[in-house]
């Protein structure tokens, strides 16, 4: 009875060994089919092949690309006036850099009707310096009442403009 029992173990074993065996011969491979994934990416909005923009306003996380025409009307006055449109909405976009000795302002209207301009109680310094005008760490507020300085703040920005001609008189209507 016991050599039955280790002849049975020496079965057992035996077919076990050729279960556990390479197997790949007896099962096919399962196969992975992998779905294909589409990943659209919006197209940046195509400037206007007519406007050269020659410098830019950050206002808080938003910048603004602008066609900048430069004016030096006196000695160490310079002004800026840049128009573009706003890269999401098309709104169109109209700027102030005005360096003034003693008088600096920077403002931002978008679509006509908001209008960013740096707080009164914050210092502002506009730059001129071979051919560029640049002011930065400007607070920018919206609705800004003159009589009280006090508006909504919006965020930190920053303005640079790059001139390579100034005109000698303002604006008509500055």
Do not use: K
């Not at 306003?57 to 006036?81: E, K, N, R, S």
């Not at 600096?104 to 310096?129: I, K, M, Q, R």
């Not at 002011?135 to 390579?164: H, K, Q």
């Amino acid at each position: 009875m016991t050599s039955h029992r280790i002849l049975l173990a020496v079965l057992v074993l035996a077919l076990l060994g050729v279960g556990c065996g390479d197997d790949r011969a007896a099962a096919p491979l399962a196969s992975v089919v992998e779905e294909p994934t589409t990943t659209t990416v919006e197209p940046e909005p195509e400037p206007d092949p007519g406007v050269v923009t020659n410098g830019w306003v950050q206002v808080g996380y938003q910048t603004f690309d602008l066609a900048f025409t430069c004016y030096a009307p006196g000695p160490g006055d310079v002004v800026a006036i840049g128009v573009g449109g706003h890269p999401d909405s098309g709104q169109h976009i109209e700027a102030l850099i005005q360096g003034f000795l003693g008088q600096p302002y920077v403002g931002v209207t978008v679509g006509g009707s908001v209008l960013y301009e740096a707080t009164l109680d914050g210092p502002l310094e506009v730059f001129v310096h071979d051919g560029t005008i640049s002011a930065g760490a400007i607070e920018w507020t919206r609705g800004l009442d003159l009589e009280s300085g006090l508006g909504e703040r919006v965020g930190y920005g920053a303005v640079f403009v790059s001139c390579e001609e100034y005109e000698h008189d303002l604006p008509e209507g500055y």
